[in-house]
């Protein structure tokens, strides 16, 4: 593997098309310009929008025009960034539209209160008097549901003002993790000294040489024990600025606040909690056979992502991958394989991982462009799994673009994870159906198993996580280092059981884990994962009449509270239902490769 290439040395080829949105910095720097320029005349609207129907349709459009406009410039400075940490001058680029963002939040602070300032009965009337303002009718009963929790339009604006504060630590703890932290070398199953990265970490522990994993997971975690006392006061700041936008907003927690934008019950998250609790002797079951099928005398945290199935070695290149994901995803119909396999091949994607590039993976759409998959291959299974995952987003989003007004272009979170998770049980049971021998068939069982672990388990864990430590400090308390790693050890011990050696090293993972910075948004991986079990199954088992609501789906943007989306789909997330039918399959799959493992 080696040192990484810089990003002036990697293949054009496999690099994304952020010429598509500007074809040059100076056509940005014209349109950020232009959009500074522009929030004098946003500021004019104030005192406008209750006066009569049509300026409230101004307001409401020219709102819309100048935050796409802003956001194509956001989108494109922050991706050039992502493309290498490193480089300064794009750091700055980045920097200043932050810096646009907050004034942009600080004009238009005025609007959501005025709006509510307008009686419903007026607004009415104003949607009879011109039937353009009846696009905005989900919007206005989304304000009137909110309307407690909106302040005053000077109080709002200073709430506006402060978002470079209260996003702070998320920025730095970003630079922190991608650009500044250095990990160690170590030695492959080659013999060769290569340097631990984020992208490399994971197929590191897959090694099936467990020296390769103990010392990836020693180099990585003992990088992250020099700076635990900075990352916990990130941690701490990020969840005092949860907390304080809370209370500004009257809300009672931080939960409560974060699910509100979305009009989720509580209960959906205390529900998604009791049912994998109640689940865990299944996973407790997985760590055993995990263990025996290793014939581990101990099992270890670093011996949690190697295969079990020894001897089958599923590798794909990044063309291969992009032709199995193509045939995998069949069932959804020809306009979504024609629309998934022009993206994948005209400039959506950004394949490969290079020296300062932002770790992992992740796809964001550009309204009136198309959208944009960060990757960072590595050749293998999961990887594969990964293009499948980000492409299902960026269909998500580009059939939502394509079908809603940007006023509901952007999809809640709560169904985001949806898609991405259809296309990998998509990809999966068309895997299973193409095996020609038994160990391959235990192989992707493994995965499947992998998966549930990772996104409904691990990531139901991190949520009772974050419901914790919030707690901790809404009562009063202050986050400290012991706190956080003796949390999160007894909540590993919890998950894993009593059969997994729960190694110290392992209490640091939450300061590797961004998604801590997101204010409870990693629960909503594990609602989504089960409501894509059961749209999979929909799909493969009643084929056009299923793609036909699942797509519907796909177009609905913001258009109705997500949950309502979801029930049109088939999904009634109100209900333990689809959570426990989930980990339902995932008991079934446990039971076929216990079975499978004892004819061996």
């Known amino acids: 593997m080696g040192s990484l290439p810089n990003r002036k040395d ?26 500074e320029k522009q929030l004098p005349e946003v500021a004019k609207l104030k005192g406008t929008l209750g006066t009569s129907a049509d300026t409230l349709y101004h307001g409401l459009s020219m709102v819309d025009e100048i ?39 600080a004009e238009i602070a005025f609007f959501e209160p005025e709006v509510l300032s307008v009686s419903k009965e007026t607004i009415k009337e104003f949607m009879d008097l011109k039937p353009e303002l009846r696009m905005y009718e989900h919007f206005f009963e989304d304000l009137w549901r909110q309307k407690e929790h909106v302040l005053s339009p000077s109080e709002e604006q200073i709430l506006a003002q402060a978002g470079q504060l209260t996003s702070a630590p998320h920025s730095i703890y970003g630079m922190l993790n991608n650009a500044d932290l250095t990990f160690p070398e170590i030695t492959d199953e080659s013999g060769n000294k290569v340097a631990i990265t984020h992208g490399r970490f994971i197929p590191f522990l897959q090694s099936r040489d467990r ?43 931080a939960r409560e606040a974060a699910l509100s934008r979305d009009n989720i019950p509580e209960s959906v998250y205390d529900s998604l909690i009791e049912a994998v609790h109640d689940k865990l002797p299944a ?10 099928m290793l014939n581990l005398d101990e099992i270890h945290m670093y011996d949690v992502y190697v295969p079990m199935v020894d001897d089958v070695d599923m590798k794909y290149t990044f063309e291969e991958a992009k032709k199995v994901v193509a045939e995998g995803l069949k069932p959804l119909g020809e306009d979504y394989l024609k629309n998934l396999v022009n993206g994948m091949e005209n400039g959506w994607l950004d394949v490969y991982e290079n020296k300062g590039k932002r770790s992992g993976a992740y796809s964001n759409s550009v309204y009136g462009i198309h959208p944009y998959v960060l990757l960072n291959h590595q050749d293998d299974l999961n990887s594969m799994f990964t293009i499948a995952h980000e492409m299902g987003h960026a269909m998500h989003s580009y059939y939502t673009d394509t079908t809603q007004p940007f006023v509901y272009s952007s999809y809640s979170i709560f169904v985001a994870e949806v898609a991405s998770t259809v296309n990998e049980s998509l990809l999966l049971q068309y895997l299973l159906g193409k095996v020609k ?30 419901k914790i ?41 939450w300061a590797r884990i961004p998604h801590f910075f997101l204010n409870f948004y990693v629960f909503q991986y594990a609602t989504g994962y089960s409501s894509a079990v059961a749209l999979a199954l929909d799909i493969l ?60």
């Open 469 to 509: 430590i919030h707690s901790y400090v809404e009562s009063g308390q202050a986050l400290t280092v012991d706190y956080l790693n003796s949390t999160y050890k007894d909540l590993n011990k919890k998950y894993f059981g009593p059969e997994m050696v729960v190694d110290d090293l392992i209490s640091l993972e």
């Open 541 to 600: 088992q009643n084929g056009k009449e299923a793609v036909e609501r699942y797509l519907d789906f796909l177009k609905a943007g913001s258009s109705e509270y997500p949950i309502e989306i979801l029930a049109h789909a088939g999904v009634d997330m109100r209900t333990p239902e689809p959570i426990v039918k989930a980990l339902d399959v995932f008991e079934q799959t446990l039971d076929e490769l216990e079975k499978l493992t004892l004819e061996n």
């Open 67 to 105: 935050s796409l406009i802003f956001y194509k410039t956001y989108a494109y400075a922050r991706m050039r960034t992502d493309e290498d940490t490193t480089n300064s001058e794009a750091q700055a680029r980045s920097d200043r539209a932050k810096n646009l963002l907050v004034k942009l939040q």
């Open 10 to 35: 990697t293949d054009p080829k496999y690099h994304w098309h952020l010429e598509d949105i500007f074809a040059d910095l100076n056509e940005w720097e014209e349109t950020f310009k232009y959009v």
């Open 283 to 292: 996973m407790h079951r997985y760590v055993s056979l995990r263990k025996k």
């Open 437 to 466: 021998t038994k160990k391959e068939r235990m192989y992707l069982l493994n995965h499947y198993l992998e998966e549930f672990k990772g996104t409904v388990f691990r990531q139901t864990m991190f949520a009772e996580f974050e």
């Open 211 to 253: 020296r390769v994993r103990k010392e990836a997971f020693e180099g990585l975690y003992g990088t992250y024990d020099k700076i635990k006392h900075a990352s916990t006061a990130l941690l701490a700041a990020q969840v005092n600025a949860n907390i304080f936008k809370t209370r500004a907003r009257k809300f009672n927690s």
